[in-house]
Antibody, heavy 120, light 108 residues
Framework: QVQLVQSGAEVKKPGASVKVSCKAS????????INWVRQATGQGLEWMGW????????GYAQKFQGRVTMTRNTSISTAYMELSSLRSEDTAVYYC?????????????WGRGTLVTVSS | DIQMTQSPSSLSASVGDRVTITCRAS??????LNWYQQKPGKAPKLLIY???SLQSGVPSRFSGSGSGTDFTLTISSLQPEDFATYYC??????????FGPGTKVDIK
């Protein structure tokens, strides 16, 4: 079954870091970029960045530059998103999504999301 | 950055209604426009890619049109399972994509 399975909910204190995982199955992990998108409660979708699982190349939204790191472990087909210096505004559901590049660019497969709560 | 707007921000409709949602880009994005549906507590689901191509498995009552800066998502006959929030997304500036603010469709 083609799917992305994300790690469970996290509760963190302000200033801490969180690392969310996204395990791919049912397709060749290194063939498609993984993107991360977050959504605060009642808000819209916010793109955070992307990673090429084959090369490890990454690109981040300017808003998150310096605070986010996207990595992968190809041996277990898993992508990771680490966000540091957490603040209350980072409380959100974090999604990973697979990006197709032909015939156009779009996110065709999404994880179920990981709720990250930042609270003292 | 390319900015996306959607209108309306919300609408109320009845089962069987024809529903149209508009998305506008701050600059021309050719046909690099996708539409997603999101239900409460669920991940977004791809409906339409490249402005007018229907994703596999998506009912044919969904259609998309437009190019350049103005795009439309149409639901020809609204079904109970279609009550959700709809987002457009530009992928012209891939990998740096942006989403519209969303349009919530609820029951009249």
């Amino acid at each position: 079954q083609v799917q992305l399975v994300q790690s469970g909910a996290e509760v963190k204190k302000p200033g801490a870091s969180v690392k969310v995982s996204c395990k791919a199955s049912g397709y060749t992990f290194t063939s498609y970029d993984i993107n991360w998108v977050r959504q605060a409660t009642g808000q819209g979708l916010e793109w955070m960045g992307w990673m090429n699982p084959n090369s490890g190349n990454t690109g981040y939204a300017q808003k998150f530059q310096g605070r986010v790191t996207m990595t992968r472990n190809t041996s277990i087909s898993t992508a990771y998103m680490e966000l540091s210096s957490l603040r209350s505004e980072d409380t959100a559901v974090y999604y990973c999504a697979r990006r197709r590049s032909t015939p156009s660019w779009y996110f065709d497969l999404w994880g179920r999301g990981t709720l990250v709560t930042v609270s003292s | 950055d390319i900015q996306m707007t959607q209108s309306p921000s919300s609408l109320s409709a009845s089962v069987g209604d024809r529903v149209t949602i508009t998305c506008r880009a701050s600059q021309s994005i050719s046909s690099y426009l996708n539409w997603y549906q999101q239900k409460p507590g669920k991940a977004p689901k791809l409906l339409i890619y490249a402005a007018s191509s229907l994703q596999s498995g998506v009912p044919s009552r969904f259609s998309g049109s437009g190019s350049g800066t103005d795009f439309t998502l149409t639901i020809s006959s609204l079904q109970p399972e279609d009550f959700a929030t709809y987002y457009c997304q530009q992928s012209y500036s891939t990998p740096r994509v942006t989403f519209g603010p969303g349009t919530k469709v609820d029951i009249k």
